[in-house]
């Protein structure tokens, strides 16, 4: 069945790059996203990426869509301690339905 | 502001005792649903609607009802709660005409059943 896998747990220093990966199973998928979700809030849209398209670059965050390997991942430049939060990958499949990974949980180190 | 708004916040609550998680968004979308997070789970759809009186089970909807009535309303009905079913739940809504699919999240319910 349609599955989405993203380890746990990432920890970086302040300044360094962040590189959060996950894989999906529908090869049918039209949109993949990430989700951000901080502390007692709900998940607010990070960034997406159409199935179309290899890469998507917003300031600070790279999006890399290898779709033959059915690998997203999400690369946060100069990571910040206010990047610390949990980062969900998320497919939309075939309808209207999105599929949520368990999340990654990123620890930035001051 | 747009939002997606969810009461209560925080719920302590006994097993059977019957209870209502409301939702109400304010962006005219179309598209409304409910998931629950849950550790090393991720968040898994219960009910979705999309549109006034249409609505359908998503994965896990064992123990929940919904019901959409109007076009902002979308409310989690827990008929006979059980400890199982202590979780944090999110209400969602999204546009069926922007078709990006992106979710509106409320900020969530924490519901314990003792």
């Known amino acids: 069945g349609e599955d989405v896998e993203q380890s746990l747990f990432l920890s970086v220093r302040e300044g360094d790059s962040s590189v959060i990966n996950c894989t999906y199973t529908?090869?049918?998928?039209?949109?993949l996203y990430w989700y951000k979700q901080e502390p007692g809030a709900g998940l607010q849209l990070l960034t997406y990426?159409?199935?179309?398209?290899d890469m998507k670059q917003d300031q600070r965050l790279t999006v890399l869509l290898n779709k033959k390997d059915k690998h997203l991942s999400l690369r946060i430049a100069d990571t910040q301690t206010g990047d610390s939060a949990i980062y969900f990958c998320?497919?939309?499949?075939?309808?209207?339905?999105?599929?949520f990974g368990a999340g990654t949980r990123l620890f930035v180190k001051a | 502001e747009a939002q997606v708004t969810q009461n209560p916040r925080y719920l302590i609550t006994v097993t059977g005792k019957k209870l209502t998680v409301t939702c109400s968004q304010n962006?005219?979308?179309?598209?409304m649903s409910w998931y629950r997070q849950d550790p090393g789970l991720g968040l898994r759809q219960i009910y979705y609607?999309?549109?006034?009186?249409?609505?359908d089970k998503g994965d896990v909807p064992e123990g929940y009802k919904v019901s959409r009535k109007e076009k902002r309303n979308f409310p989690l009905i827990l008929e006979s709660p059980s400890p199982n079913q202590t979780s944090l739940y999110f209400c969602?809504?999204?546009?069926?005409?922007?078709?990006?699919?992106?979710?509106?999240f409320g900020e969530g319910s924490r519901l314990t059943v003792l």
């Open positions: 969602a809504s999204s546009s069926l005409i922007r078709n990006t699919g992106e979710l509106f």
């Open positions: 529908d090869s049918s998928s039209t949109y």
């Open positions: 990426i159409f199935s179309n398209m």
């Open positions: 998320a497919e939309r499949t075939g309808g209207f339905k999105t599929i």
């Open positions: 962006m005219n979308h179309e598209y």
């Open positions: 609607s999309m549109n006034v009186e249409v609505t």
